[in-house]
């Protein structure tokens, strides 16, 4: 079998194959991922959580007739 | 090791972020001209050390005073405070004696010195069948709870959990001002308990369902069968110990007090109040008072076009009864 043209790189390391939808992948490589713009953003969901979530706290139930 | 270093500046980039927003809210949430009707501990605790309450003329009570069905402006307290009155309004719907009491208490601890107290008896809280009979407001509950003898604790029912998730949240409440006035913000936000409550609002005043359900609101008589207890007041009755304490903080903190008999509906509620054992029970309160808080006997003070419905007063109600006690608090 001819095998002219194929080449054997010594000491070549394996391309390590990383899926494009692994979210740590998306997290560190994404362009508007920046730590701190992922900060902020994590910090107003949790905002928009509290003042868009909905009332659980024990209130006093007037008891209108 | 870079995945490390990225999670720690996001985590400090999220806890900066709501530290400034906890910031902003701390800063910029504005004193409301009475409470809202769902308050909390953290924004009753504000109102108090903000200076709202030393040196003016405090009004405690339920929603008489509280200014039901109407908006704030409309209210006797907003008249007073037009006239240059320097009024405070604390008072809440689900107001009672204890109430009353429970808020004296927290005030003296925080050191808030008013320059008089007014407050509201409704003969009706009497009631043992009544709902804010021996149960405080949730947020009065939470701030005034450790300030209570074991026999006055013994008096009341807790409204407020005593399970971890209730500790955690009181934890929260306390360090994180979004978190512990979150009730607060949604009121002034929405100007309703949550967002989905204010859709709802939206969308039955678009509909229609409002306007119904309003004309559907129509007081009757019957609708208050058994909302007055005309038996004798006895001495263990809670609202009667409470009245006597309020009564007693006040003349030992040597705050002046002004206390109203709670105007009455007689035309709607004639075939239940207008009987001998009322009047009893109102000489009852007046005696359990004492010589040293000033009483108003507003009981048969306003026509029944003045009421919504059978203690609530109309804007038009309000307007007269800021009128009664401008000459009183002007002084």
């Known amino acids: 079998m001819d095998d002219r043209g194929t080449v054997e790189v010594p000491g070549a390391q394996p391309v390590r194959q990383v899926l494009r939808l692994d979210p740590f992948f998306v997290l560190l490589n994404a362009r508007l991922a920046h730590p701190v713009v992922l900060g902020v953003v994590l910090a107003a969901i949790v905002v928009a959580m509290i003042v868009l979530g909905p009332s659980t706290d024990s209130r006093f139930i ?4 | ?38 308050f909390s501990a953290a924004y009753l605790a504000r109102a108090i050390d903000r200076g709202g309450v030393t040196n003016h003329v405090v009004f405690l009570g339920d929603s008489v005073l509280w200014g039901y069905r109407l908006p704030a402006a409309e209210t006797a307290t907003a008249e007073l405070a037009r006239r240059g009155v320097p009024v405070t309004n604390l008072s809440f719907e689900g107001g009672s004696m204890a109430n009353t009491y429970a808020m004296l208490r927290v005030m003296a601890v925080r050191g ?4 008089a107290v007014v407050f509201n008896v409704n003969v009706k809280e009497f009631n043992a069948a009544d709902s804010a009979y021996r149960t405080l407001y949730p947020a009065v509950e939470t701030l005034a709870w450790q300030e209570l003898t074991p026999q006055e604790r013994a008096l009341l029912q807790r409204t407020r959990p005593q399970t971890a998730d209730a500790a955690v949240d009181r934890v929260l409440s306390r360090w994180w001002s979004l978190y512990g006035m979150r009730a607060d913000v949604r009121e002034l936000l929405f100007g309703a308990p949550d967002a989905a409550t204010a859709v709802q609002g939206a969308l039955g005043q678009a509909s229609g369902r409002n306007a119904r359900t309003e004309a559907a609101h129509r ?8 909302t007055y207890d005309l038996a004798p007041l006895a001495a263990d009755n809670v609202e009667v110990v409470f009245l006597r304490k309020t009564a007693a903080l006040l003349a030992a903190a040597n705050v002046p007090a002004v206390a109203i008999l709670t105007p009455a509906n007689h035309a709607l509620l004639h075939d239940y109040i207008d009987v001998p054992d009322y009047a009893a029970q109102l000489r009852s309160i007046r005696a359990a008072l004492g010589p040293r808080v000033r009483v108003l006997d507003y009981d048969r003070a306003f026509s029944a076009r003045e009421f919504i419905d059978n203690d609530h007063l109309t804007a038009a109600g309000n307007r007269r009864l800021a009128e009664m006690l401008y000459p009183v608090l002007a002084r």
């Open chain 2, 112 to 115: 808030a010195r008013p320059r």
């Open chain 2, 219 to 226: 007081p009757t008589a019957e609708r208050f069968l058994g």
């Open chain 1, 62 to 65: 007037y008891t209108d007739f």
């Open chain 2, 1 to 38: 090791m870079r995945f490390v270093r990225f999670i720690g500046i996001v985590a400090l980039s999220f806890a900066a972020t709501l530290a400034l927003v906890d910031a902003a809210v701390r800063a910029a949430f504005p004193a409301l001209p009475r409470l809202e009707d769902n």
